[in-house]
T-cell receptor, first 113, second 112 residues
């Protein structure tokens, strides 16, 4: 099976802009989770989608949003970008979404100037 | 907030030596997982240990779990230069679900 793919791999934006990141899970996986990784805060959970519904949400401002499509592909959007949003954004998929390992994509490196 | 905290933050050893990393967590868990990350890339799942298990092996990896102490350890035996990476322990953010709360990680450097 193909692994989790994320596009784009690298992105440079300026403050105030918005950005959309995409994640395609492993075929058959219905759960998609997003994480932000920064040197200061480490890996932090953003949100999880399961069967097109947001099931869990981390402690991030409303500028961070996401959605999941019927084919389980997911997008996350960050509006009004701030310098502190510069990070590696990781997407992970799992099958049932319960007590299972997560399979991570390579990440999207976002730089906000 | 971080659920797991790894110790040490960094570890430098020679090829062939064993590497031990420890993780402590705060709340009750269904399982604990260990992941590896090579320099700024995605995470690779190494092993999952359930709360009713005390020890688990996978190749050169050995994981222990002590739920009474809320701690786990990852042992890599006969380390290789290719094991150089950051290692993270992770626990379910919400009990019964797969989303994870990660520790800050241990950076392992294995020198030839």
């Amino acid at each position: 099976k193909a692994g989790v793919t994320q596009t784009p791999r690298y992105l440079i934006k300026t403050r105030g802009q918005q950005v959309t990141l995409s994640c395609s899970p492993i075929s058959g996986h219905r759960s998609v989770s997003w994480y932000q990784q920064t040197p200061g805060q480490g890996l932090q959970f953003l949100f999880e989608y399961f069967s097109e519904t947001q099931r869990n949400k981390g402690n991030f401002p409303g500028r961070f949003s996401g959605r999941q499509f019927s084919n389980s592909r997911s997008e996350m959007n960050v509006s009004t970008l701030e310098l502190g949003d510069s990070a590696l954004y990781l997407c992970a998929s799992s099958s049932s979404g319960i007590d299972n390992e997560q399979f991570f994509g390579p990440g999207t490196r976002l730089t906000v100037l | 907030s971080q659920q797991g905290e790894e110790d040490p933050q960094a570890l430098s050893i020679q090829e062939g030596e064993n590497a031990t990393m420890n993780c402590s967590y705060k709340t009750s868990i269904n399982n604990l997982q260990w992941y590896r990350q090579n320099s700024g890339r995605g995470l690779v799942h190494l092993i999952l240990i359930r709360s009713n298990e005390r020890e688990k092996h996978s190749g050169r990896l050995r994981v222990t779990l002590d739920t009474s102490k809320k701690s786990s350890s990852l042992l890599i035996t006969a380390s290789r230069a290719a094991d150089t990476a950051s290692y993270f322990c992770a626990t379910p953010t919400v009990k019964g679900y797969s989303t994870l709360t990660f520790g800050k990680g241990t950076m392992l450097l294995v020198s030839p």
